[in-house]
């Protein structure tokens, strides 16, 4: 506004103000009716409530913001990416129980050892298998890290079938070695 509209406006509202002087004693009853507002209001009670209830307050809005921020995002694996991958994630683990069950029914004294340890390999792979999870969920779905998660499928899948081809091979070699030995 500049300051002729001011100017007009204070000329409009002169008769308008209230500029008489009040009643003697009006600031003793203003401040004892302030007192006993005041008096009113503030008992006992409540004043212990309230540093109480401000310390519970803030416990409170702590614990939710502690809650908020501590939340650890959730593991995506391939099943949770798309319908297509949830289906390949199906076949190679029902490929990959089936590979173990095979294995685990070749399971004799003198294979014992050599199952052991192709365990012990599909264990540290199937580690492996974990950190990419959480690669995947840092990343962003990158294809990178599904192609490694794909490739890990395969190589658990191929480690198992070579140690239950090299049982085979070990069964028929022993077979023939006794067919020969019976033959003589």
């Known amino acids: 506004m500049n300051k002729d509209t001011i100017e007009t406006m204070f000329d409009n509202l002169q008769n308008e103000f209230d500029?008489?002087?009040?009643?003697?004693?009006?600031?003793?009853?203003?401040?004892?009716?302030?007192?006993?507002?005041?008096?009113?209001?503030?008992?006992?009670?409540?004043?212990?409530?309230?540093?109480?209830?401000?310390?519970?307050?803030?416990?409170?809005?702590?614990?939710?913001?502690?809650?908020?921020f501590n939340q650890d995002p959730e593991v995506v694996d391939l099943a949770s990416i798309s319908p297509e991958y949830s289906k390949t994630q199906d076949f190679f683990t029902v490929t990959l129980n089936s590979e173990i069950a095979k294995l685990e029914a070749e399971r004799t004294p003198e294979t014992e050892l050599i199952i052991n340890d192709a365990m012990d390999r599909i264990s540290r792979l199937e580690n492996d298998y974990?950190?990419?999870?959480?690669?995947?969920?840092?990343?962003?779905?990158?294809?990178?890290?599904?192609?490694?998660?794909?490739?890990?499928?395969?190589?658990?899948?191929?480690?198992?079938?070579?140690?239950?081809?090299?049982?085979?091979?070990?069964?028929?070699?022993?077979?023939?070695?006794?067919?020969?030995?019976?033959?003589?």
Not at 53 to 60: G, I
Request: with cysteine.
């Open 19 to 68: 500029i008489e002087i009040p009643n003697d004693g009006h600031e003793a009853r203003f401040l004892m009716k302030l007192e006993s507002d005041n008096n009113t209001t503030t008992s006992s009670s409540k004043t212990y409530w309230r540093p109480l209830l401000a310390v519970a307050a803030s416990l409170v809005i702590c614990l939710g913001l502690f809650g908020v």
């Open 130 to 184: 974990e950190k990419l999870k959480i690669d995947l969920t840092e990343s962003g779905n990158d294809r990178r890290v599904i192609y490694a998660m794909i490739t890990n499928f395969q190589n658990r899948i191929e480690l198992l079938q070579t140690v239950l081809n090299y049982i085979e091979q070990t069964k028929t070699s022993k077979e023939i070695s006794n067919e020969s030995n019976i033959t003589i």
